[in-house]
């Protein structure tokens, strides 16, 4: 067994060192080199052959963005974990980040309140996603899973036995994580617009990101898709995602379902959590509940799957081959609780699919697949 070896690449100093001292801390990691911009860190790494680069996005001479696409040309392969601010400018590149292939972020530590609260923040955040991506090659096996109570994963015996009802779908609630954007980016697209129910999604995001996220798939889907905000309504044909730092839940009401945010505890160390929408949804729409869980590291979902199950309802997730981490849909796959598990490429059609299914011919068919499946030409 070998440590994990990092570059570090970030025109300030003080970052730098931070970032440095933080990681080289941990007893499984070893930093190899620094650079101060882009055009540094190409030379240093052939020279100092890192497992992951983590990567600094505005820098003089050569930016982060630059720097990323001359490495997935040379190193396809290289995990690169971006490491930017928590700004309008810095969301939108790390989004741009992530479409060129960034296997993932790193928000840096803004008005935590001291350098100690800043380098705990560091050590929680990008510790985990560095062994997360890198542990296979330097022959670790660690964990991708947050600790947690006792769960159904932790059960033993035959697998558990769920109620089926003969429920029409009525609501699709969807949760992700790490690699979130990008898979969403392909199943949101297969949605035709003519769908006869709400989508609802917790993408693991801190604020800015999620409005961003939404505007960005709205652009390139046939359903609207936009941040969800407390009191709105839930509407049949459109995808509300889950603000950052705001748990959603949805209701239904005497006037219609609705959308609610709150700022209760983080769940699983996030919010907002999958477990609480997830929750919600059973408990409001039961056996018209559908869960979707996609890549992402930890196990928020688990329990909201199970609650969802137990309602009646039903739950799909991603396969392992296809997801960026195979922690959340992984953890509901072995405890038992999915109907079924897909590839990314399938994920969507299934969704319309089981959507479909009791409304054929008595109201909503899914003809708008055929366009669907052919986003290309858009």
């Not at 709150?262 to 039961?286: I, K, T």
């Not at 969704?351 to 499946?373: C, S, Y």
Request: proline share 8%; glycine share 10%; hydrophobic share 45%.
């Amino acid at each position: 067994m070998r440590k994990i070896r990092i570059l570090v690449v970030d025109d300030a100093v003080v970052v730098r060192r931070m970032l440095t001292d933080t990681l080289a801390a941990d007893p499984l990691l070893m930093v190899v080199g620094a650079a101060a911009n882009g055009r540094i860190a190409l030379q240093r790494v052939p020279q100092v052959n890192p497992d992951v680069v983590i990567l600094d996005i505005e820098m003089p001479e050569m930016d982060g963005l630059e720097t990323l696409g001359h490495l997935r040309k040379t190193y396809p392969r290289l995990p690169v974990i971006m490491f930017s601010t928590l700004t309008e400018r810095g969301a939108a590149a790390t989004m741009d980040a992530l479409a060129l292939g960034a296997n993932d972020y790193v928000t840096k530590p803004a008005n935590v309140g001291s350098a100690h609260q800043a380098i705990e923040r560091i050590r929680a955040e990008m510790i985990p996603k560095i062994l997360a991506f890198c542990a296979g090659a330097a022959g670790l096996k660690v964990s991708t899973a947050a600790p947690a109570r006792p769960s159904p994963a932790a059960r033993t015996g035959p697998p558990p036995v769920f109620p089926r009802l003969n429920s029409k779908v009525e609501i699709v609630a969807i949760g992700v994580s790490t690699g979130g954007p990008n898979a969403l980016a392909e199943l949101i697209p297969v949605i035709p617009a003519d769908f006869p129910v709400p989508v609802v999604i917790v993408q693991h995001m801190p604020p800015i990101f999620t409005k961003l996220l939404a505007e960005r798939l709205a652009a390139r889907s046939y359903i609207p898709v936009e941040e969800g905000s407390s009191g709105q309504r839930l509407l049949a044909g459109r995808a509300y995602v889950a603000p950052g730092n705001y748990h959603m839940v949805v209701s239904r009401e005497v006037n219609g379902a609705k959308i609610h945010t709150h700022q209760d505890p983080p769940e699983n160390s996030c919010r907002p959590a999958v477990d609480v929408l997830f929750r919600s949804v059973a408990g409001s729409y039961r056996g018209g509940s559908l869960g979707v869980v996609m890549t992402g590291m930890g196990q928020d979902g688990l329990r909201g799957s199970e609650f969802i199950r137990e309602a009646g309802g039903q739950v799909i997730v991603q396969d392992e081959a296809s997801s960026v981490v195979w922690g959340m849909p992984g953890f509901v796959a072995q405890a038992g609780l999915a109907d079924k598990i897909l590839p990314l490429s399938d994920l969507g059609l299934e969704i319309v699919r089981r959507v479909g299914e009791g409304r054929n011919g008595r109201g909503w068919t899914p003809g708008a697949l055929g366009a669907a499946e052919r986003k290309g030409e858009r």
